[in-house]
Structures are given as structure tokens and as C-alpha cells.
């Protein structure tokens, strides 16, 4: 199967053995989920495996800058040098000394997510933070909130829907997310084929708005007044069908009382008459489902935004019922097995903003401020694992500098990139095809019960680690030199094969055993999602209560903001290419060549009232920062918004990347703001970014 993105397709690879290399990719049409669907980046798995830049062994940074030199180390020595380093730090510093910063192919790794933790745990900090916090913290909110637990996430039963309400996701593109859906693109076929509409409410007219039967443009950070009044029609005009174990519909109708189509749409930008038709569309379809993402999560009201979707959901009639927003069953159920923590919240508060823990983390944009603020408590080294955040985090290039002026960092990643350019060891683990896999993550969001394992394609060499065994030896070293032995059950696990964990999993719900899957190399399927609440809900009361004061505390903000008139500046949003995969993959030929993907995205009559024209440079500059780029003309952009991809801005000293260092763009994140989130679940407001754009210089 293929680890680069929440699709996990499964594949048919051709291999030459001798050489260890991938002569050709496929998708397997035996899969039960992905149904032979493969795209670009899958195609692209050997070129990860054969790159000459991949890091194989450790290395160690001699010189800064321009002048840094990486030699290789033998892994005892590295890991001694790396557990050292940390010990002596937290000896000194105290606890919370040590950062950690985990990226997003953790979620896609099965090592790292049984031993991953044992390790976080063993580095003792606070200083936690992960890509969680530019991403999907508000679904976590709301889900534990609501249901009890923060991975206890519906998603859309899209293969037996009628309706569906796409909000700020583009799955054309990023084949899907919170929502495992392998081949989109068909599936869209065979809801349009049943007589299904989809409606899609973006500010880009985006790759699944030209597939979708109807696109609204709607303003940037404006979606919860318009989700809101959905549901206030919902209520208002008597199609909300509460299911019996949910309680609070008296209170949320006052709350929603004032939030009208007609007070929303001057707002949003969406027509009143349109948010009306559209909820009734939702509550009279045969079935129907709305569904947000990344454009209403990594957004200034995400967690009203995801709260007001799962109350649409759950008062529209179709909820836990075929067609809806339905909970997956996974067959190694690491939420119904409570094997993960249902989430906290505000254990604790950073030391500079005072910001709230949340889900046992800090909120990545306090990161930066945290090392860089001289006190007690500062951050004086740093961890990071499989990710990038000075490319994927606000203000990026200023984390940039902040990490260069760390005591140690130590980054767990497979190249030397804008990031782990700055640490001074890099321990580099084996990568997909050379490990075992099987998704504990994302077969929990999937639109279909499957499960399946796949084995390592070839054999690491001897001197290469798998992510498992550095978690296990770090944490050993670090409690060695700490005086502070593992707790038997953290050694017990550390020492495991995740195959065992696996097994055990699996044995845990008994819907497939790991011979079964050893035997069905494609996938077992274990059929449609079914209905499966209240007795999933893991509430105290196993209700679902509408209006937790958490989340409605929040609506006051939104109200305030709804009274400004929109201002006549433009603002700033992301977008996803189905070639590039957030920072990394651009070191291969095959997703590079092209047309350039980098552009700044920008409406005509937008070009014109500023004297610019298509394919000039610009100089687009916001509160924190300013980049130059291309401009390209394009209508599909709602007029009043431009538009960047995240994850360019390659080329930086000291980084080995290849291809990459030669692909055009700038980092977005160098204009997003970290003083812009989400306050209720700590999320960065990556989206409507106010900016201006002049000529280039
Ligand atoms: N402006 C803006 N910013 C965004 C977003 C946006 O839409 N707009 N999206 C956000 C989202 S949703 C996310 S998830 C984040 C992603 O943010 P990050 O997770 O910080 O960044 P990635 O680019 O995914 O970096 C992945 C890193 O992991 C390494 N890697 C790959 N495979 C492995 C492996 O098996 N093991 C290890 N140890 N390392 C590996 C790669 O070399 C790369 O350095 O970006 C966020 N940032
Ligand atoms: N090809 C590719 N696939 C990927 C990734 C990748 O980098 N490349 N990354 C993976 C990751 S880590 C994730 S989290 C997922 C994300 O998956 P998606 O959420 O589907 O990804 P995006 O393409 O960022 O879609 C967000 C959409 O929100 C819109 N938008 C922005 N602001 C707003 C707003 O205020 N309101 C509304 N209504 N819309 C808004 C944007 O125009 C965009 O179309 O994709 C995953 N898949
Ligand atoms: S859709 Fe995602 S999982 Fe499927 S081949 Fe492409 S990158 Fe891999
Ligand atoms: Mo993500």
C-alpha cells in the first residue's frame, strides 16, 4: 500500500530484486478500498527509495550555513551523542528544556505510532507540538466534545450518499482527508450516476468544484455564519430529526436564532436564498452529508466551523445511517479499545502567550516564541520527527532562525531539508518499502471496513534503523542517563515487533485475525460502514450533548466579527496539487516537470486594479513577512483572494535535496501569522491571511 496521503491505495509494485529496485507501480484492482486507484505520487514510491538524497545512515552537521559539511556516523555512536546531549539538557534545564515537533508521515508510519509515544513520553516535556495544530486540532475538539473522544471522527459514507456538501476540502486534489476515499474521482462518478449531487463551498473554484453539480464562492473565515444558518433553518423551518440519544436542540435553537441566512450573507458572500435551498436540500435528500476540511479547519473560526458541521449532521436525518456522517469500525480499534486517550485539554499553558494545552500538545505557532523567549522554562534543544515545520508552520522563516540558535537539535527524518538542515545529528529511518506497514490511522476514517498488512518489500541493509528501533533505543539511553527506568509496560512495548502490537490489535476486536491478512495480501474486506451509536460513544452518559459551553462560549467572537463589513483588502488562502505531497517529493523528476505549480494565484480584474498583468513578479507581503513571486491570472480565484501552495521555497544552504533545490516558489508560511488561530482549540488561522500585492522588484 502506498503511505503518501490518507488514500492509502493499495498497489501492484514490479521489482528488479538485484538492483532493490521499483520498476514499475500499479493499483491493485483486487484491493477492497482502493479498487486499482493509483495516482501520480504513488507512482513516485521507488523514486523515495532509489533517491541518492535519502539519508541511509546518521549523520553529523560540522560548520553553519553555507559552509556546513554532513559526515556519516555509526548509530551507537549517534545515539549515544543524541542521549547525551538530551540528558544533559534536561539535568540542566529542567523537564520542559527539551521541544519535540512531530510531522505528518508519523500518522503514516506504523513504528512510530506504537513506539513513537513511548518515546515522546521518555523526553518528559510539555514542549510538545505537532502538525495537529496546522491541521485538524478543531475535528479533535469538537469530536471529544461531542462523542467523547478526539478520534472518534464520522466521516462520510460517500458510496451511498445523495447529497453531499462539500466545505473547504478540494479531495480532486488531495484525495481526501478525515475521510479515507481512494479513487475520488470514481466515486463521484457513482454518486452522480445514482441521481447524488455534490455542492461545493470554496473561494477557489477548485479541481472538485468542476466536478461538483454547483460551487458558491465564499469568503475566507466566513463559513461558520454560514454553516450556522443552515442549521438555523434547519431548526427554524422543522427538518432538524434529532436521533434520541442526543440532548441541548432547545438551547442550540437560541443560540442559532440570531445567526439568519439574511445576516450571513452579506458576510459570506453566499446568497441567503442559496444557504436556505442548501439546508433544505441536506434534511430532504434520501440521504445526505456535510463535510468540512482543511479550508474550515485551518481557519480564525475552525472549531465553530467543525462544531456547526457535526450539528448538521447529527439534526439532518441521515446521522450513524447509510448515506450520512457514519463512524468507521477498524479492525485494530485503537480508540474502542482505549488504547489512545479520549484528549485533554488546558493541563497546562505555554510560557510566553499562556496558550492552552490541547490534546497533550502545545499549539505549533507558540513553538517559535518558546525557544527564542529568554526565561525559565525556555526551550534549549530540539526533536523533531518526520517533519518541516519551517515550511509548514506560521512565520516559518523566523523557526527558522530560532532553530539555529538551539543549544542541540536532533531531527528523525530522511533528508536534510529547510528543517533538519539545522539540527546537528540526523537520524535517518528506513522508509516504506523497506518496513513493515499496516494503518492504524487511517482505516479508522475510511468510507469502507478493509484491513490489510503489507510486508516490507526489501530487506534494509544492515546498517539502516527503522523509526521502532530508534524510538526504543533513544528512550533507553535517555532513561539510562536520567536515572529514571521505563515503567515495565513502556519497556515491554519499546522492546516489541509492531507486528506483535498488530496482532494483538487485531485480536482485541476479532473482526480479522493477522493470518487472515497474511493470507489476503490485497486487503479483507469487512464491508460497508454500519450504525453504530450510542453504543460507540465513549460520553460519560453516552449522549451527545449539542451545545458544550466550550464551544459555544465561542460564538460571541463570531458575532463581533459578522458586525465589521468585509474589509476591501485582499486576503490569502492555501491550495493542494495532486503532485505535490506538503513539503517533501520535490526531489523527483517525475512530480516536478511540468508546468509550474507555484504561482501566486490571482482574479484579472484583481491584476488590473493594481497595473499588473500575468506572469509578472510580485511582492506579496503581509503583517509578518514578504516574498516575491509569479503571478498568474485566473478567474477561478473569488475576486478578493490570492492564492499560494505551502510546502515550496526550497534551495536554502546546507539542505540536500537534489531536484528540489532547483524548483521555483517561496513559502507561504513565511507570510501566515502565528498570532492568527483558532482560540478554542489553539489551531493556526492559515487561511484569509490579510495581504498586499505590489509589483516585484
Ligand atoms: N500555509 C499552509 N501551511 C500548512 C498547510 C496548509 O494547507 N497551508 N497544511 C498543513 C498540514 S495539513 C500539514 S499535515 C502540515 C505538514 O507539515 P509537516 O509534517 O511539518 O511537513 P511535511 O512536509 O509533511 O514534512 C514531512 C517530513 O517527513 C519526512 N519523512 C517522510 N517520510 C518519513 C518517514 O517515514 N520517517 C521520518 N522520520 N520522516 C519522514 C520528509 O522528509 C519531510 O521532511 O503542513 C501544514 N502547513
Ligand atoms: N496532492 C496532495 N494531497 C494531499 C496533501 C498534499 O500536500 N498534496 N496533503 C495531505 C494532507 S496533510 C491533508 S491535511 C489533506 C488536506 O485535504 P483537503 O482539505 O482536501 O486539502 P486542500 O486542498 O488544502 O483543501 C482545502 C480547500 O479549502 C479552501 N479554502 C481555503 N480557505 C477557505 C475558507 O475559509 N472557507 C472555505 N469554504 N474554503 C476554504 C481551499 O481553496 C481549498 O480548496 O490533503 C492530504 N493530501
Ligand atoms: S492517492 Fe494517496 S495513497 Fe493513493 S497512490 Fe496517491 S498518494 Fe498514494
Ligand atoms: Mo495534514
Not at 482543511?294 to 456547526?308: E, R
Not at 489512545?340 to 499553558?349: A, F, K, N, V, Y
Request: net charge negative.
Amino acid at each position: 500500500m502506498c503511505n503518501l496521503c490518507e488514500a492509502i491505495c493499495g498497489l501492484v509494485l514490479t521489482i528488479d530484486r538485484d538492483a532493490r529496485r521499483v520498476v514499475g507501480v500499479r493499483g491493485n484492482p483486487d484491493d477492497p478500498l482502493s479498487r486499482g486507484h493509483v495516482c501520480p505520487k504513488g507512482v513516485a514510491l521507488g523514486d523515495v527509495h532509489a533517491d541518492p538524497d535519502r539519508l541511509r545512515r546518521p549523520v553529523r552537521r560540522v560548520g553553519e550555513g553555507d559552509d556546513a559539511r554532513w559526515e556519516e556516523l555509526e548509530w551507537d555512536e549517534a545515539l549515544d551523542l543524541v542521549a547525551d546531549r538530551l540528558a544533559a539538557t534536561l539535568r540542566e534545564h529542567g523537564d520542559d528544556a527539551v521541544g519535540v515537533y512531530l510531522g505528518n508521515p508519523n500518522a503514516h508510519s506504523l513504528g512510530f505510532s506504537t513506539h513513537g509515544p513511548h518515546l515522546v513520553r521518555a523526553l518528559r516535556t510539555r514542549n510538545r507540538f505537532s502538525a495537529s495544530t496546522v491541521d485538524q486540532m478543531p475535528h479533535q475538539v469538537v469530536a471529544r466534545h461531542l462523542y467523547g473522544h478526539q478520534l472518534l471522527i464520522p466521516v462520510p459514507d460517500l458510496d451511498r450518499t445523495a447529497f453531499f456538501l462539500v466545505v473547504g476540502a478540494n479531495p480532486m486534489a488531495s484525495n481526501g482527508s478525515l475521510m479515507t476515499v481512494p479513487d475520488f474521482p470514481q466515486r463521484v462518478r457513482e454518486l452522480h450516476g445514482r441521481g447524488g449531487r455534490m455542492v461545493v463551498l470554496d473561494p477557489r473554484r477548485t479541481e472538485t468544484a468542476r466536478v461538483a453539480d454547483e460551487h458558491h464562492f465564499v469568503r475566507p473565515n466566513t463559513d461558520a455564519a454560514l454553516l450556522l444558518a443552515m442549521l438555523h433553518v434547519l431548526i427554524a423551518d422543522g427538518l432538524a430529526r434529532p436521533p434520541a440519544y442526543v440532548d441541548g436542540l432547545e438551547r442550540l435553537a437560541e443560540l442559532v436564532a440570531p445567526f439568519t441566512p439574511e445576516a450571513a450573507a452579506p458576510w459570506c458572500g453566499v446568497d441567503a436564498a442559496v444557504i436556505r435551498r442548501l439546508a433544505h436540500e441536506l434534511a430532504q435528500a434520501p440521504a445526505g452529508v456535510v463535510y468540512g476540511r482543511i479550508g474550515v479547519s485551518t481557519h480564525a473560526f475552525g472549531t465553530l466551523c467543525q462544531w456547526a458541521i457535526a450539528c448538521l449532521n447529527l439534526l439532518s436525518g441521515h446521522a450513524d445511517a447509510p448515506g450520512g456522517a457514519m463512524f468507521p469500525e477498524p479492525a485494530a480499534d485503537t480508540v474502542g479499545l482505549r488504547v489512545l486517550g479520549p484528549g485533554t485539554q488546558g493541563r497546562w499553558r505555554s510560557r510566553v502567550r499562556d496558550a492552552e494545552e490541547v490534546g497533550g500538545e502545545l499549539p505549533a505557532v507558540v513553538m517559535a516564541e518558546e525557544i527564542a523567549t529568554p526565561g525559565e522554562g525556555r526551550i534549549r534543544a530540539m526533536v523533531t520527527i518526520a517533519g518541516n515545520p519551517v515550511l509548514s508552520t506560521p512565520s516559518g522563516d523566523r523557526l527558522g532562525e530560532t532553530l539555529a540558535g538551539l543549544d542541540f537539535m536532533v531531527s528523525l527524518d530522511i533528508y536534510l531539508n529547510e528543517t533538519t538542515r539545522h539540527a546537528d545529528v540526523v537520524l535517518p529511518p528506513t522508509t516504506l518499502l523497506e518496513r513493515d506497514h499496516y494503518d492504524l490511522v487511517f482505516h479508522g476514517f475510511a468510507v469502507r471496513n478493509t484491513a490489510r498488512w503489507t510486508p516490507a518489500v526489501f530487506e534494509p541493509d544492515d546498517d539502516q534503523r527503522h523509526d521502532w528501533q530508534i524510538a526504543a533505543a533513544l528512550a533507553h539511553r535517555l532513561a539510562e542517563r536520567l536515572d529514571a527506568p521505563l515503567p515495565a509496560s513502556a519497556a515491554g512495548a519499546l522492546d516489541a515487533d509492531p507486528r506483535d502490537l498488530v496482532a494483538m490489535l487485531l485480536a482485541g476486536t476479532g473482526r480479522t485475525t493477522f493470518e487472515e491478512l497474511l493470507e489476503h495480501p490485497e486487503g479483507v474486506d469487512l464491508g460497508p460502514l454500519r450504525p453504530t451509536l450510542p453504543g460507540r460513544l465513549q460520553t460519560a452518559d453516552q449522549r451527545i450533548d449539542l451545545v458544550p459551553e466550550a464551544l459555544v462560549a465561542d460564538l460571541p467572537r463570531l458575532a463581533a466579527a459578522m458586525a465589521e463589513p468585509p474589509g476591501d483588502g485582499l486576503v490569502l488562502i492555501g491550495r493542494r496539487h495532486q503532485r505535490d505531497c506538503n513539503s517533501w517529493l520535490h526531489n523527483t523528476d517525475r512530480l516536478t516537470r511540468g508546468r509550474p505549480r507555484h504561482h501566486l494565484l490571482m482574479h484579472p480584474d484583481d491584476l488590473a486594479a493594481r497595473g499588473l498583468a500575468d506572469g509578472d513578479r510580485v511582492r506579496v507581503a503581509s503583517r509578518v513577512g514578504s516574498v516575491e513571486t509569479e503571478v498568474s491570472a485566473d478567474d477561478a480565484l473569488m475576486p478578493g483572494v490570492v492564492s499560494l501552495p505551502h510546502g515550496y521555497g526550497h534551495g536554502a544552504a546546507g539542505t540536500r535535496l537534489g531536484h528540489a533545490n532547483t524548483v521555483p516558489g517561496v513559502s507561504v508560511n513565511d507570510l501566515t501569522d502565528p498570532s492568527l488561530v483558532d482560540p478554542v482549540s489553539g489551531n493556526a488561522a492559515l487561511t484569509g491571511v490579510p495581504v498586499e500585492v505590489t509589483a516585484g522588484g
